[in-house]
């Protein structure tokens, strides 16, 4: 219920967060939104020794074209994913994966870069950033990388993010086919997905990616490629599961997941 | 570290313990008592107030990120003319039974009305999902927004 | 004004921010109370360190069980008597070991933190299966089997005549049920805040029963009741888990007596989950009898309760009422009761919504749709078939002292049925049914009996209260306003309404006019308290009782002042009038006033316009009626979805329909989550995993359906008001209502039962066995 004591630093720019971070190292954590480290720091299973606030880095707050991209800003809200215009018009899916996380409070407050440096098997948009081969921009005391979605996810909670290193951007490149789905199934409504489909139809095939079934968020390759084969949707979906490791657990059994992501990603298929 | 927020309407700056939540900012330091504390995973939406006009949960807000900001909490609600259209709905619609949920209720039903003025049932139940009732099933609740939505909104 | 819809007087102070809950109550030099609870499920102590959280500023002190050795034990089960904190051994995760006082609340969690206790495991039993094997350990010392308690509720000869029941009935099934352990999760969790001035302690809590609690605070400490004085102030919902006897109530004024500052506890959620007490847990096996038309001749039930690591006095027993309302709102000649309480490695479980009448009402229910299913007859006839008609009211069920008041259970099934369109139903279930597209279509019946209206004092003293009446005082004040106090102690219900609309009546005053007072043993006389659907059926009568006896005083005063007989008068709108003469009238004001003027009244007459009244009922009530669900069932995840959920309840005498609304609403949903969501859980090590609300599924807004209600109200003659109860019905009716349905819409498949929660996982698995 009370977080354990901590030492507070709010970063006035980018370059200030990163210079609190590699002066405290592995003590600090960045606070964004802050809508899962709180909630973990509360049960005291996070205690870092000092919070370096970069809630305020207007900076990082945006959606702007970049050529024949979206670029998002680290700390763009949920709730402005969700009204964005370019978002609407270029990368949709990105738009219908953030309407359906948590509830009006927590989309008030959470941020993309929060969200997928969390890491979460689940996250919502780890979906769609990964559907949508988003590029995750990290910069750090060497400057700055682009980390492709496929490879920012390495374990449970776990990034390719390097200490010292923070989320500033998200790349997106803009569909240019609109047809996409986002089929999310969880135990209640406001419930995090125990598994969750976003596909995005693109030129010659489809994307499709999977949250809640394994440590990390994971591309449907196996659907990918059946589908480029011209293997029908239907069949295809049955692929779903394929190489996924599922957790198997209180809220679902491995064999239930794999069962949801066939019947999820046949659903999303069926909806391009 | 000191703070300074403004609380409807009223500024307050206080020295606080960077870890103290804006709930307990509310509650024990400004003795604003009606925004309440239900659970301990944001999940239950008892303390919901506005932040900048937006809703938030502020057991998962650290009253050092609400520094220089606004809130509204329940008790900033009513005017000098009565209780607020939503209120007045709950009372109406009897939209409350223990009342323990009811402050972060009318919040999130607030800040739904005034992004959605004329929601469907659907629409008001998932503007209220983040909140949890145990007394009334909800449906009641559905009805004191919907009463609310006709009768001046979010106001 | 009994009747009418009224907005709740409760509601103004509630909507602004401005209600008090224990945690907003402050006291100068207020400290905090925080407890390190077990993270065993069952192990022995071999340490405790509380070096490091004494040594941290702010610290007043920690303390562990032998530091209250010298307190008696809590209310318990005479023989099993438990402690406030764990001593050598703790039984089940979330068991408090130590406490500690800081001067604020993040000092008191910073040092619960810091407080290192060692154990040493021992092995664990999760499970009344694991309790009762062979091999099992003994988890509360005098107990070897981890048996507490083997309760034959009927007697041999019964259990005779019901074996010979079943081997003469034409058909027989067993059966194997599941009631699983659910968490009452008021929105508010428990609180306690205690200042011990001068000779005793004020204690206010998140209590259902405030001078109960303050009987056995007095007890413990040695006091006369008269010293104690304990609130009950607003109270964020309750449904019986704050009727149990928490440690804290009595550790928290025992600390601020020690340290002579008031000190509060206020339990977090996660806390909540695994600390306060649980309900249901019941296993129950049984066989019935019955014929080709479906007409029960004879039900054996045997049932096994899970009361958890220490056993509660109130949980240990709770499956005597389960047992009592076996038969529902059958005409069953026979049925035989046992039960087992069995002792775990788990939270103890006692009261939630109903206590052990749900249970019942599940058992009864699913049997009937069983029976139906076994003889290929449609549920609704085979109720029929078995309904106790309204000329046999009042009902001697095969319990005694169980008697059904007046009611009329077809009526409120055909009323049921027609709203939902039955046959329409089935007629839309046989066409999805073709359509491998669509969703499955099932729907449930429940027609349901239960308790209300607790005492009468001789049942209500077996739960150790002091009595089952529930008492008023009504006091005209000398403007002619009313102030009721009453012993009741609610926490949602909108008694200050319902109370003020039954005085309103008997005095002839305004519904504005009256204030009703509770949840204070300083300020009302006596109490028993909100639980078992006592508000109206009880309380409602005193309230009733009191009221007309004070409006029979007034009337003596008016009659002095217009120089008549009392049977000469008539109530105009605000006083009263000589029949016949219109200008011989006096106000009630006017005649409040000159009830407090001793040298204006006629010698002898006692001053003040005041009563207190006891009303204790001569039977429980019992609320009935019959609730019907839609469900479609998704083929492909199995994700259950409630298309209509239809409600037609007997409650006897509604006093608002809006707050009757209200409590239906609410009770069918905690219904509802049970059937769909909600399980207290835990692995075989006995870690709870269901210790927070995002793994305890109380299901939102959009998890739950609407309601329609409608109403028979067939008035009870067990008390004047007519009124039977309905807090606990909908939780009663529910479930079954839910899981009849879903197994309904599977039937076709073979499926004869779905445990609950009916999960999408369990329903997809069952119905990927099946097919």
Redesign the interface.
Known sequence: MIPAGFSYVRAGSVQEALDELSRHGGAARLLAGGHSLLPAMKLRRAEPGVLIDIGRLGELAYVRADGDRIAVGALTRHRTLERDPLVAEHVPLLAAAAARIGDQQVRNRGTIGGSLANADPAADLAAAVLALDGVLVARGPAGEREIPARKFFTGRCRSALAAGEMLTEIRLPAATDRSYAFEKFSRRALDWAVVGVAAQARPGGVAVALIGMGPTPVRATAVEEALAAGVPAAEAARLAARGCEPPDNAAASASYRAHLAEVLVGRALAAL | ?RVEITVNGQPHTREV?????LV?FL??VL????????????????C?VL?DG????S????A??A?GCAVT???G??GQDG?SPV?EG???C?G????????GM?M?AT??LTERPDPS?QE???????????????????ESVQWAAANGGAR | MVGSALPRKEDAALLTGRGTFVDDIHRPGLLHMVYVHSTEAHALITGIDAEAARALPGVLGVWTARDFAGLPPRPSVPGLERGYLAGEKVHYVGEPVAVVVAADRYTAADAARAVRVEYEPLAVMATVADALAPDAVPIYAPLPGNLALEQQVTSEEVAAEVAAGLAAASHRLRARLVNQRCAGAPMEPYGVLADWTGAGPTVWATVQAPHRVRAEIAERFGLARHLVRVVAPDVGGAFGVKSSFMPELFLVPELSRRLCRPVKFVETRSEHMVHTYHGRDQQQDIEVGFDGEGRILALDVTLTVNIGGVPDPVGIGLATLTSYMLGGCYRIPKIAARYRSVVTNTTPTASYRGAGRPEASFLIERVIDLVARELGRDPADVRKANLIQPGEMPYQTSFEGIVYDEADYPAALDLLLDELDYAGLREEQARRLADPRAPLLGVGLSTFVEMGGFGPTPLFEQFGYLGGWESANVRMQPDGSVIVLVGTAPHGQGHQTALSQIAADQLGVPFEAISVLYGDTAVVQEGTGTMGSRGMPVAGNAVRQASAEVADQARRVAAHMLEVDADDLVRTGDGYQVKGMHDATVSLAEVAERAFKPHLLPEGTALGLENTSYFEPKNLSYPSGAHGCVVEIDRDTGQVRILRYVCVDDCGTVINPMTARGQIHGGVAQGIAQALYEKVAFDADGRPLAASLEDYMVPGALDLPPYETHHIETRSSFNPLGAKGLGEAGATAAPQAVVNAVVDALAHLGVRDVEMPCTPERVWKVMHDAS
């Open positions: 570290m313990e960077p870890r103290l939540l307990h509650r024990d003795s604003l008592t009606g925004t309440h504390v239900g659970c301990d995973t944001s999940s239950c939406g008892a919901t932040l937006m809703a938030v949960k057991c998962t807000v650290l050092a990120q520094d909490t329940i008790e609600l009513a209780l209120q709950f009372r109406q009897h409350l039974q223990c009342g323990f949920c009811t402050p009318v999130a800040a739904l049932e008001i139940r998932n503007g209220l999902k983040g909140n949890m009732c145990r007394c009334t099933g909800y449906q009641m609740i559905v």
